[in-house]
């Protein structure tokens, strides 16, 4: 089906870009199109406009986007809604201007209320206050959400929980929980400490996906008959169905660094909503479900940042 259609992925080159690329091309998909950021800057609506204009993609997978953790959110909260709202809505006007098939758009985790129930349904969206941590961000996302509702149902949005992969930030101040912690306890072995420092009281629960299996389960979605696309928009949540406490986590990720020092909490850092477990059941229901263990995903990970922290 997806063999000759002509797939834009925008922001190819990041965590859940990348990995959209190596899947569709191992799926036979033969029509990839990319572009670079110095290529083209997605904030820049006319450019995009152009370039939709000239290249006539058939499918979109929105994956660009400007991300961090919590700590460069709360260092730059303008920075992150501004950029995130200025790509979407050159990409969605661009898109429907030139009448794609498909369009699907990574929305975030970060878009439900800080209190909603868990596991988090779709209908929790707007129901209660963000948490304000990362409220620019999701401020910015549910916008796009907003935006594909509006534009109909060859727009869908989709919701994934925490991801991380071989392509993942490592950068202090970029990186997200599981890729700071590897990196912590990587360099902590190296350097013969006898501890890292974790930010919160290590309570918190995440829900983590490798970005491998939200590749797949797009990859799933452009699949589907039309009336079963269309019945999960404007937003469908994509989960791992279970959760793990950042101490969980903490332990996993010095695990697979080999490191066996001591964890130090910090519980004066902010650690963002004590618990966010996505309901993923809607799209379970049309047969996808993830692959990747959390053991398995955090050595692949791990393998690709060592590789990476010694180019």
Not at 103 to 127: C, Q, T, V
Not at 260 to 268: C, P, T
Request: aromatic share 6%; with cysteine.
């Amino acid at each position: 089906m997806l063999e000759h259609k002509r797939i834009y992925i925008a922001g190819h080159q990041g965590l859940v870009g990348s990995a959209l690329l190596r899947i569709l091309a191992s799926a036979g998909c033969r029509c990839l199109i990319t572009r670079t950021h110095a290529e083209l800057d997605l904030c820049d609506a006319e450019a995009t406009r152009r370039f939709f204009a000239t290249e006539r993609p058939e499918i979109v997978l929105l994956a660009a986007a400007r991300v961090g953790g919590i700590g460069a959110m709360l260092a730059s909260p303008a920075e992150f809604y501004e950029t995130n709202v200025a790509i979407q809505r050159s990409v969605l006007s661009a898109a429907e201007a030139v009448g794609i098939e498909r369009l699907i758009f990574l929305a975030s985790a970060a878009i439900y209320p800080r209190d909603a129930e868990n596991p988090i349904a779709e209908a929790a969206l707007g129901s209660g206050p963000l948490e304000p941590s990362v409220e620019p961000y999701a401020l910015a996302k549910i916008a796009g959400i907003e935006e594909c509702r509006r534009l109909g149902p060859r727009f869908l949005a989709v919701a994934p929980c925490n991801l991380y992969g071989e392509q993942d930030h490592f950068e202090p101040g970029r990186a997200q929980v599981l890729a700071s912690l590897l990196r912590k306890a990587h360099e902590a072995r190296l350097a013969g400490q006898g501890h890292i420092e974790v930010w919160g009281t290590g309570n918190a629960r995440r829900e983590l996906l490798f970005a491998d299996d939200l590749a797949e389960a797009c990859l799933h979605l452009l699949c589907l008959p039309e009336e079963e696309f269309a019945g999960l928009t404007p937003l469908v949540n994509v989960g791992a169905g279970h959760d793990h406490s950042i101490r969980e986590l903490a332990i996993a990720a010095c695990r697979a660094a080999g490191f066996a020092g001591e964890l130090r909490f910090d519980a004066s850092k902010p650690e963002g909503a004590l618990r966010k477990l996505l309901d993923s059941s809607r799209l379970n229901a049309t047969g996808w479900h993830p692959r990747t263990t959390l053991e398995d995903g955090l050595a692949r990970t791990y393998r690709a940042m060592k590789t990476r922290l010694t180019a």
